[in-house]
């Protein structure tokens, strides 16, 4: 090692900086890589706020299905019967038009009454499963649930009122499964 004469070492070349003046070249790689790094950030949020939206589009998606399923599974259980309840109408309107043609001989009267606590079992037995008539006779007519088949002009009743029942109509809980066909007044 080589020694001053004043027994110091050797001063190597050192740059002295100045920390008022600013570096041109450095501010300007970091400027640039800020402005990137920015632009990085604002596209990778952007694509976040995509993403966020996309999953709960699929939640909102998947909590309709859910939804709509239920529905439809209770709608199914709550009609199970509308086909057995669409075949036996016939059934029961015959039923009826026996026990409407009752006959005038004694000897028949015991078969008549067991014939009608059988009726009413049998609609009593409908009706525990959500089966209801629609009213009709003197009623105002209502296409949702009633089928005009004539119209006639009759003293004593308004117009488009329900004069006479042709054949009765039906309702499932909420649901017509036959609409009653009836007569009303002009």
């Known amino acids: 090692m080589n020694e001053n004469e004043n027994g110091r070492q050797p001063e190597e070349d050192v740059e002295v900086i100045d920390p008022d003046a600013e570096d041109i070249s450095s501010s300007a790689d970091e400027?640039?890589?800020?402005?990137?790094?920015?632009?990085?950030?604002?596209?990778l949020q952007a694509e976040l706020e995509e993403w966020q939206n996309k999953v709960k589009r699929v939640q909102a998606d998947y909590d309709n299905f859910r939804k709509r399923s239920r529905s439809e599974k209770e709608a199914a259980a709550e009609f199970r019967s509308q086909p057995l309840m669409e075949a036996l109408l016939p059934v029961l309107d015959n039923f009826r038009r026996a026990l409407d043609s009752e006959g005038q001989n004694a000897s028949d009267e015991g078969f008549y009454k067991g014939m009608e606590m059988v009726?009413?079992?049998?609609v009593e037995a409908l009706e525990s499963d959500g089966l209801e008539e629609i009213p009709t006779e003197g009623e105002t007519f209502d296409p949702n649930v009633h089928q005009a088949v004539m119209q006639v002009e009759e003293e004593g009743f308004e117009s488009n009122q329900i004069v006479e029942e042709l054949q009765k109509g039906y309702k499932l809980k909420t649901r017509v499964i036959r609409p009653a066909m009836v007569k009303v007044n002009a």
């Open 31 to 43: 400027n640039g890589e800020a402005s990137e790094n920015q632009t990085q950030i604002e596209t």
């Open 119 to 122: 009726y009413r079992q049998f």
